[in-house]
């Protein structure tokens, strides 16, 4: 994943994508993904790196010598209310990408994060539903923007006890998932499992609650594990 919003010279809408695993019966969450931002030391070193790549916020270029201002400038906006965009070359607000290639000489690379995560499986007092099992969530910038991963896994832990009656006895080797995307036309729905019915609810619910808090593209997925 990356940074998103917005949209630059380069590359029309960008839109990130943040994975977390919450476990239904306790609520703990683990997240899965690391967001690609220029804000990021890593990140901004990279682009620092090169001849002329340069990365801003409020208007402000961030150098060597001033991030510590820079960041007292941020916090202080934040607290008036106003979001931080970090932008490269006043452009793009992710620091990794497949496409924008015109940035790709001020430190905008294509290169993955690849990571393995083992969950091991707790199980449930009561041998079926949806408790004990582990839900992966997948969403947009829309959703993070709005809500905390501490928020999205209160929200996967309350829809579980609904469903309860779902999945009694499904194998561990299933897994069911379910997709919303804000907007009718371009809703999308992938159905499979015992589950599915809970994946694309809780899905709906992620959207429902995140889109009145922003302007960005708000997208989720659900997948449960057994």
């Known amino acids: 994943g990356g940074g998103g919003g917005g949209g630059g010279q380069s590359g029309g809408t960008e839109s990130k994508l943040t994975a977390t695993g919450v476990h239904l019966a306790a609520g703990e969450f683990v997240p899965l993904s690391k967001d690609h931002k220029p804000s990021d030391p890593e990140e901004l070193a990279r682009v620092w790196s090169t001849s002329d790549g340069f990365v801003e916020v409020h208007g402000m270029r961030i150098l060597p010598h001033n991030v510590d201002e820079v ?112 907007g009718g036309e371009n809703e999308t729905i992938i159905l499979e499992g015992p589950d599915a019915n809970f994946a694309k609810e809780v899905a709906r619910h992620i959207v429902e609650t995140a889109q009145p808090g922003t302007n960005d593209d708000v997208t989720a997925v659900v997948a449960v594990f057994c």
């Not at 007092?125 to 999205?152: E, H, M, N, P, R």
């Open 71 to 182: 960041t007292e400038t941020v916090k202080r906006a934040k607290a008036a209310g106003k979001k931080a965009l970090y932008r490269i070359n006043r452009d793009l607000s992710l620091s990794r990408a497949i496409g924008d290639a015109d940035l790709k000489p001020f430190g905008v690379i294509a290169t993955p994060d690849v990571v393995v995560h083992r969950f091991k499986h707790r199980g449930d007092s009561d041998g079926g539903g949806v408790t004990g099992k582990l839900a992966l969530v997948i969403a947009s910038d829309g959703v993070w923007d709005t809500l905390s991963l501490s928020q999205c896994a209160l929200l996967v832990q309350g829809s579980a006890s609904k469903f309860e009656h779902l999945a009694v006895g499904a194998s561990s080797l299933q897994s069911s998932a379910g997709g919303v995307h804000a």
